[in-house]
């Protein structure tokens, strides 16, 4: 096992942030703290452990309230279950084609400019001109 004094609070680069810190001292498996040093790497231990107690916290709040809601409303069903995947699917298909077309516009020449040919003036068309 290795000690690591962790500064808690975000941090960039070496610079901690405004947020109020607090120095304590963990105990974890050396393997841990190796890959964690390495996956943290710039960001800085404190700042990836911090993110990562927020992210465990969300997630136990997020297990509370399920519980409470299957208390409350009964468990969810299989068919519940489906019913989310599917319409999260549909919303992932539904962004994935939003971020087509907005690469696809990007990389096209803007709509309704045809290119000018011969000069100024010439290849434009007024508002009145039929396309």
Known sequence: MATAGIKAG???GSMVLSM???KITVTIPEDLLEEVRAEA???GVSAYVARAL???LDRDRLRELVTWLEEEYGPVTAAD???AREELAEIDAEHERRRAA???RAAAPPQGKPAQKGGPGKGRRTAGEAA
């Open 10 to 12: 975000p941090k960039l």
């Open 41 to 43: 790497a710039e960001r």
């Open 102 to 104: 907005t690469g696809a």
């Open 81 to 83: 279950r489906a019913a």
């Open 54 to 56: 927020r992210l465990q």
């Open 20 to 22: 109020a810190s607090k």
